[in-house]
Every structure is written in C-alpha cells, then in structure tokens.
C-alpha cells in the first residue's frame, strides 16, 4: 500500500522556471514531511523539512507549502537551475514506530539549459 | 570522513546465491534502516534496528534477514536470492536524539541477481 503519493514521475523544466512536486498522505498520524534530492549513483540526503503546524517553509530556492486539510504538500524549486537535475522524494512519518520515514515513489526532474 | 558506508557497491548474483551487505556508521547512530529503491515504487523499508542487537520487520521483510550485532555495523543477508530482489539497497541511519532530521544515507548496493 502507497501511503504517499506523489506525483509527477518526471517532469522537465526550462532553466529559471519553476519546478513543482506534488505528494499527497493518508494517515493523519503523519506529523513530519521532508524532501529529499538524490543524485545518480547517490543516497537521498535531506533538503527541506516541514511540520504540520506551517503551512509553508521556505529554505532559498526551495519552498514546502502544506494543505493539512487535504492532506497534500508539494515543493516548489523557483529559478531552477540545471544543478538541480536530480530525483526528488516525498516523505512523511509520524511519532510512533520509531518514526520510520515512507517514501513517495520519486519524481526525475531534469532542467533544460 | 563520518558517514554510511555500504559494501560491495555492485553485485551480479545467480538465483539461488546468498549473499551479505554490509553497512558500517562511525557517527555513533542508534538507529538503522535498510530500503530498497526500485523505479517507480521509492524506497521501502526492509528491515531496521534500533539499537545493538535488536532487529525489526519494516514494510518488505521477506527473503531478507538481518543482525546488527555491532552498534556501527547492521548487516543485510539473501540467503536465495531471486530475480525480485534485483535492487538499489541504500543503508540509512540516524541519532535517536535528533528525531527524523537526522537520517544519514549511504551511497548504495545495486545488486542484480539473473
């Protein structure tokens, strides 16, 4: 069962466009949504966090906005830059189970020179 | 450096091999994760620890067996490994007081098994 998911699976974007990925949750319980980027032949490593008590975050060029009522989120890469060519996660956990993290199912971006 | 540090990074396997992959933290972390990453599905949890000597079943345990008999080591095992286990296995581990901010990948194991 696909707790998180995310959409789009790819998605390209001219350079100084916006990137948009969007996730979606199920379980109430989740109170932690972060982002991962991860690069070929690389682990995801963190890039921004949000809580359910904002409903936007906002870290240079990345931005989380948080619909906790429709129990969506996505991130926003405004300027995007062709450095930023990656695989993006979705993820979310709650304060229970040892706050395991579950995944969306990865979204490729690729920015276009 | 301080990190996750996976081994092998490849591996071609025969149906049927067994096999062990080895994650190794010097961050002195106590919980570890192991995830699989296959397209179009993310990573899912095969199985984690949260501290020496104890092991738990996370969302896909079968085929796979696990020990973390170190604090800096958690091991990964197939004991018959099937075409259905050709894979990304990324190691993860984190402090237990950082909560869910703290996770810390390593780089990866493809392994493929024909």
């Known amino acids: 069962q696909q707790q998180v998911k995310q959409s789009p699976q790819s998605l390209i974007v001219q350079k100084g466009g916006i990137s948009i990925i969007n996730c979606a949750y199920e379980n109430t319980a989740f109170d932690y949504f972060p982002w991962y980027q991860q690069f070929p032949g690389k682990g995801p490593a963190l890039l921004i966090a949000i809580r359910p008590d904002v409903s936007e975050k906002k870290e240079g060029r990345f931005t989380i906005s948080f619909n906790k009522s429709a129990k969506q989120f996505s991130l926003h890469i405004m300027d995007s830059q062709p450095g930023d060519s990656a695989t993006y996660f979705c993820?979310?956990?709650?304060?229970?189970?040892?706050?395991?993290?579950?995944f969306g199912t990865g979204t490729r971006l690729l920015v276009s020179p | 450096n301080a990190g996750v540090t996976q081994t092998p990074k490849f591996r071609v396997l025969k149906t049927g091999q067994s096999m062990t992959l080895l994650c190794a933290q010097d961050m002195n972390h106590e919980y570890m994760y192991w995830y699989r990453q296959d397209p179009g599905m993310g990573l899912r949890l095969i199985h984690y620890s949260v501290g020496e000597g104890t092991t738990a079943k996370g969302e896909v345990p079968d085929g796979y067996n696990v020990s973390r008999l170190k604090k800096q080591n958690f091991l990964l095992g197939l004991e018959s490994a099937a075409p259905s286990q050709t894979s990304v296995y990324f190691c993860a581990s984190r402090p237990r007081d950082r909560g869910r901010t703290g996770y810390t990948f390593g780089s990866g194991t493809r392994l493929t098994v024909v």
């Open positions: 993820a979310a956990s709650s304060n229970t189970g040892f706050q395991k993290l579950v």
